[in-house]
């Protein structure tokens, strides 16, 4: 069966600083794996995703991700937080038995303190 | 990035009545999904909407309790019915593309 866990269900960075939201995965053969980022009061917008390919994928307003398949890890980063990036964020897996089922953990809330 | 649009956006609902959500997405979307996300909690599959066709439920989702709709490829509509206080959740209708999901704001439903 395919699963993500997000350990922190909230994490506090200062503006400026870098930050990281962790996501691990158990899945069967290769993930399809994705993150999404939920603003308040608005839709899950997709953010990133790795497919294969190069371990570090860039996604939008800055954000990138680091697959470590050793790990069974996909944490999001970014270099340089913004109070604007606070919000939801949730990682997914694709099931690969049935294509059009996502796996989504629980969320993190990022606080981004100015 | 495909548009859906929900509604109602909320709804507040007396135990024993019925809901119904709609869902417009808009030509880029391929595959829809209604999802129910509960407070404190992560995103849960109910069915996937399938066009013309009854939709196919996850485990825990019966189609008496959720009956699901679409009756062309860009529509579909999500009832909660016999609604309980349980029920109280945001219910996401989710367009599938190629390779991803894209998300309506969703409904938040209380039920008193």
């Known amino acids: 069966a395919q699963s993500v866990a997000q350990p922190e269900d909230q994490v506090n960075v200062a503006e400026g600083n870098p930050l990281t939201v962790k996501c691990t995965y158990s899945?069967?053969?290769?993930?399809?794996l994705f993150w999404y980022v939920q603003y308040p009061n608005r839709g899950l917008q997709f953010l990133l995703k790795?497919?294969?390919?190069?371990?570090l994928v860039k996604g939008s307003y800055g954000f990138e991700a680091e697959f470590n398949k050793s790990q069974t890890s996909f944490h999001l980063k970014k270099p340089s937080a913004l109070v604007s990036d606070s919000a939801l964020y949730f990682c997914?897996?694709?099931?690969?038995?049935?294509?059009?089922?996502?796996?989504f953990g629980s969320g993190t809330k990022l606080n981004v303190k100015p | 990035s495909a548009v859906i649009s929900q509604k109602p956006s909320r709804d507040i609902c007396q135990r024993g009545t019925s809901l119904t959500i709609q869902c417009q997405v808009d030509?880029?979307?391929?595959?829809m999904f209604w999802y129910r996300q509960q407070p404190g909690q992560s995103l849960t599959l109910i069915a996937t909407?399938?066009?013309?066709?009854?939709?196919?439920?996850e485990s825990g989702f019966v189609i008496d309790k959720f009956p699901i709709s679409r009756p062309n490829l860009t529509f579909s509509t999500l009832t909660v019915s016999n609604m309980s206080p349980e029920d109280s959740s945001i219910y996401l209708c989710?367009?599938?593309?190629?390779?991803?999901?894209?998300f309506g704001s969703g409904t938040q439903l209380s039920v008193l």
């Open positions: 989710v367009g599938g593309g190629q390779e991803k999901l894209f």
């Open positions: 030509s880029q979307v391929t595959m």
């Open positions: 909407a399938n066009q013309g066709s009854e939709a196919t439920y």
């Open positions: 790795y497919i294969t390919g190069d371990n």
């Open positions: 899945v069967s053969g290769n993930p399809y």
């Open positions: 997914a897996v694709r099931d690969m038995g049935n294509f059009n089922k996502f796996y």
